[in-house]
């Protein structure tokens, strides 16, 4: 049951994830357009862009791109041992980058819940609030902070062959 939750916890941000990065292309689109054909920019692109879409579409797929096995990974040792050691390299495995993106998501949650409960804001074309902007990268490394641990206590030792 566990598994079903955070996989549709994972779906739904890979999904804005992926809004993000088509509201990217769109806006910049437009802004290009819109200075070529109008010499009208689009305001507000760049401060959407840099605060709100990049930080969504870099963290809110990481642990659903992480559960389908689209990850990048630097290898150091084989995917698969036998034996106790196998079983603790495989969990280690899983368990390390836990204890990284867990301090990301406390450091860069604390820093949006600053920023949300002093109410920063970010003046531009419009005063952009920031604690939300921030929001996104606790988020997005929290839920895979969640499926590291789950793969981690999941996961069996690979059958001897």
Same mark, same amino acid.
């Given at each position: 049951m566990l598994e079903k939750i955070l996989s549709?916890?994972?779906?739904? $941000?890979? *999904?804005?994830?992926?809004?993000?990065l088509v509201a990217v292309a769109a806006l910049i689109n437009a802004d290009i357009l819109l200075r070529l054909f109008a010499n009208r920019?689009?305001?507000i692109q760049f401060e959407l862009t840099?605060?709100?879409l990049m930080p969504a579409l870099a963290t809110l797929s990481?642990?659903?791109?992480f559960r389908d096995g689209g990850h990048l990974a630097l290898e150091f040792t084989p995917e698969?041992?036998?034996g106790v050691f196998g079983?603790?390299?495989?969990? $280690?495995? *899983?368990?390390?980058?836990?204890?990284?993106?867990?301090?990301?998501?406390?450091?860069?949650?604390?820093?949006?819940y600053h920023a949300i409960a002093h109410g920063d804001v970010?003046?531009?074309?419009?005063d952009w609030p920031l604690g939300w902007a921030y929001a996104a990268i606790p988020l997005g490394c929290g839920v895979l902070v969640l499926r590291l641990l789950h793969d981690a206590l999941q996961r069996r030792?690979?059958?001897?062959?």
């Open positions: 549709k916890i994972e779906d739904i $941000l890979h *999904l804005a994830g992926c809004l993000s920019p689009v305001q840099e605060l709100y990481l642990s659903r791109v698969h041992m036998r079983a603790l390299v495989s969990r $280690l495995r *899983l368990l390390l980058p836990a204890a990284f993106f867990a301090a990301v998501t406390v450091k860069s949650g604390m820093f949006a970010e003046y531009g074309v419009i030792a690979p059958a001897a062959t």
